[in-house]
């Protein structure tokens, strides 16, 4: 038994001279603390507030309403209706739909690989090669540039799309090679330290970092195209670009309002549509006030 060990005094004595004065309190005081619990984990911050998926949705909708009650209370002679019954305006706004999308799907099959190829070692020395090209088809005026293919492949919605495609790949590729480019070697150099193949480092490290430059510039190409395929009636590919001719060579009014107020719509509905694909596919970590 230690002799020197102390002994908390009993009821009514004085404490030992072994216990300094204040020992018992600071004990307590470090016990306190930790003891003291975590606080729990702030929940994330939502990426699409209610704000962004209703208010453009809505905006539009009301638009579209207000150039409806326009054009059925206006009077409209026999070729302004020949222009806009019949499934007329339906078949003129799915043409342009799909001329977007297939415009812009081949811009992403072209752009972004070949972004990727010309960010690689060997190949990096023809990125301003390719990069002048692509910004020769951008100065290019776009009924230029279709006037151009007509003479070389004929009239008719390929020859639309293509002009489109030229005319488009522009930001995605852009973009592409930005955001590689932008990546912290050392990031690279630390995947591959860990093993990761070439394959691995940039499917799982480069693309997820320059994910949100990718996007913004597919955002820029969906929103160009919208508005190029306008010209796609010049060239026998149809689209909302016929009402915006038929409108203006008949002095229709209602015509022309009508494919105007239609591609504008379309414009702002993929943009905002192209806008929450970018909020839901960036990653967390690069959020900007994450």
């Known amino acids: 038994m230690n002799p020197h060990r102390s002994v908390p005094p009993g009821p009514g004595e004085r404490p030992s001279p072994s216990a300094l004065p204040g020992e018992h309190d600071v004990q307590d005081v470090f016990r306190d603390e930790e ?18 998926l209703v208010l453009m949705p809505a905006a539009l909708a009301v638009v579209l309403a207000l150039t409806y009650l326009w054009i059925t209370n206006v009077h409209l002679d026999s070729i302004a209706k020949n222009s806009l019954t019949g499934g007329n305006v339906q078949l003129r706004w799915w043409q342009h739909v799909k001329l977007t999308a297939i415009s812009t799907f081949w811009v992403l099959i072209i752009a972004v690989p070949l972004g990727i ?28 540039l279709l006037a151009l293919l007509v003479i070389w492949l004929g009239i008719g919605p390929s020859t639309a799309i293509i002009g489109m ?23 690279v150099e630390a995947s591959r330290g860990i093993g990761m193949s070439a394959m691995g480092t940039l499917t799982k490290v480069e693309l997820p970092l320059a994910v949100p430059l990718i996007l913004a510039g597919v955002r820029t190409a969906l929103v160009l195209n919208v508005g190029t395929a306008t010209l796609a009636t010049f060239v026998g590919g149809g689209g909302l670009g016929d009402l915006i001719t038929s409108g203006i060579q008949t002095q229709r009014m209602p015509v022309l309002v009508l494919g105007s107020v239609l591609t504008v719509v379309l414009a702002l509905l993929v943009d ?6 970018e909020v839901a596919l960036t990653p967390r970590g690069l959020e900007v006030g994450a």
């Open 117 to 144: 190829a010309l960010t690689r070692r060997r190949l990096r020395r023809g990125a301003p090669l390719v990069t002048a090209l692509a910004n020769v088809g951008q100065a290019t005026p776009a009924i230029g």
């Open 272 to 277: 905002w549509l192209a806008s929450l694909v």
């Open 165 to 187: 495609v030229i005319y488009a790949v522009l930001p995605v590729f852009s973009n592409t090679v930005a955001g590689l480019r932008a990546i912290e070697p050392n990031l």
């Open 35 to 52: 003891e003291e619990p975590a606080p729990p984990p702030a929940a994330p911050r939502r990426r699409i507030t209610w704000r962004k």
